[in-house]
């Protein structure tokens, strides 16, 4: 059985200088890929360049993305290859399209033929006082998955910032069904600090839950293991 697991965060470029990320540190996706490792099994790490990741072992091939674009091509090709993805990577939601001053657009007759021009400097000028960025949509990889490789087993992540409890299993549970997932799990980012990580993992059949990167590691595998 080969294991494809995705970690760290992406991180979309402004200009030559400048992005926007987020500060997933590929922690949680390392110490799975370990697991698997320390198991005997063949892992597919797709990763970030500053993501933290495994030692070099025989069983482990390393890839690295730095934007969703980079990620998509390399998942499209590798999902088909596999037959579980264990999807943690932070993925951006929106890509810069377009940085430019205030008053440039108070000044644009038509928004939409305006952000036709593309960022060409390499350096946006920091002589504004505000500055104006804009965003587009970014697609929902994981929502690609099944479509690439239809039989592949499917683990996915769900993140949510101070919601109730049962907001964030019903939101995981919607995730669960659309993208034909066996396990979402789910995180609140206040319980994430100071070595905790309460995370809920939400099948059709039961929600199990866990206090700790570790514990989240060792019941995913367990899972895959048991399940398989």
Request: proline share 3%; hydrophobic share 40%; glycine share 4%.
């Amino acid at each position: 059985m080969n294991i494809l697991i995705t970690s760290g965060g992406t991180s979309e470029k402004i200009d030559q200088v400048r992005s926007i990320t987020n500060h997933s540190t590929g922690q949680l996706g390392k110490m799975i890929a370990e697991r698997f490792l320390d198991a005997g099994f063949p892992v597919t790490l797709v990763t970030s360049p500053t993501a933290v990741r495994p030692k070099k072992h025989p069983l482990l091939t390393t890839f690295l993305t730095a934007n969703v674009a980079e990620l998509q091509l390399v998942l499209k090709e590798q999902t088909t290859k596999h037959q579980v993805l264990i999807h943690a990577m932070a993925v951006s939601d929106y890509s810069p399209i377009y940085m430019t001053g205030f008053e440039a657009i108070k000044g644009a007759s038509n928004l939409e033929q305006f952000l036709h021009c593309a960022n060409q400097e390499s350096k946006i000028s920091s002589d504004d006082d505000y500055q104006v960025l804009f965003l587009k949509k970014n697609p929902k990889l994981i929502s690609l998955v099944k479509i690439w490789n239809p039989e592949i087993r499917l683990i996915g992540f769900k993140l949510l910032v101070d919601v109730a409890q049962d907001q964030l299993l019903s939101v995981a549970r919607a995730s669960l069904e659309k993208n034909q997932a066996e396990i979402i799990v789910a995180n609140d980012l206040r319980d994430i600090q100071d070595g905790k990580h309460r995370a809920y993992l939400i099948s059709e059949q039961d929600v199990q839950v866990a206090e700790t990167k570790a514990e989240i590691a060792q019941k995913i595998y367990n899972y895959i293991i048991n399940k398989g």
